[in-house]
């Protein structure tokens, strides 16, 4: 019966089935309609963005013919958007994922906003008319080695991934990744 200033629901890798498939599909929904009435912002990230995207405006998630995997320049669209007060006009962040949203569900729903997008990796980040709720597609919270750690991952399991783009020093794994994505990192998450 509390209320609370914001609330953080993080992805999973389950881009390649349907929300009703997931084990826990209906305690997820339960608590994103709880949070409207409980939670000042939610901010939803990666696949939960695609879940929240579903659940609240009915926007399919789009399965991806390849996952995206690396680091990509983003461009912000509206720059007067407090969430990303104080940023430069391109940024960098990661991505991994198997769906997507696509850029014309989202400008086709009246109470959804772009605030920003890449070429490559298409929408990044939107949110609600009244910013309860903002929806992030990539991970600007990730530390350097985590989509080494994936990549890594997805070749014990046999899957044969392809390198992370704009990640490692000459797409070679033996160098350090390049960190692109902190500033803007925490520049949104203490906006």
């Known amino acids: 019966h509390q209320k609370y200033d914001g609330l953080i629901i ?11 498939e997931v084990s826990y599909w209906n ?4 608590i994103m309609d709880w949070s409207q009435q409980h939670v000042t912002s939610t901010v ?16 399919e998630k789009q399965r991806r013919s390849e996952k995206l995997f690396g680091v990509f320049e983003h461009r912000i669209i509206d720059p007067t958007n407090p969430i990303l007060r104080g940023g430069d006009d391109y940024f960098w962040a990661p991505h991994s994922r198997n769906g997507e ?4 569900d989202i400008l086709a729903t009246d109470d959804l906003h772009l605030i920003a997008d890449s070429e490559e990796a ?12 903002i929806y992030i597609m990539g991970h600007a919270e990730y530390d350097p080695h ?4 994936e990549y890594l991952r ?7 991934p392809q390198l992370p783009k704009n990640y490692f020093p000459d797409n070679d ?11 803007h990192g925490n520049l949104v998450f203490a906006n």
């Not at 305690?27 to 339960?30: P, R, S, V």
């Not at 929408?123 to 009244?130: A, C, D, I, K, R």
């Not at 997805?154 to 044969?160: E, I, Q, T």
């Not at 794994?173 to 500033?183: E, F, G, L, M, T």
Request: glycine residues 8%; aromatic residues 12%; charged residues 15%.
């Open 27 to 30: 305690e997820l929904k339960q």
């Open 10 to 20: 993080t992805g999973a890798p389950l881009g390649l089935i349907t929300f009703e």
């Open 146 to 149: 985590c989509l080494k750690n």
């Open 44 to 59: 939803f990230v990666c696949w939960a963005a695609l879940a929240a995207a579903w659940h609240f405006h009915g926007i």
């Open 101 to 104: 949203i696509r850029r014309k």
């Open 122 to 133: 298409g929408p990044y980040l939107f949110m609600s008319s009244n910013g309860s709720q």
């Open 173 to 183: 794994i033996s160098n350090q990744p390049i960190v692109r994505w902190r500033s």
């Open 154 to 160: 997805d070749c014990d399991a046999g899957l044969k």
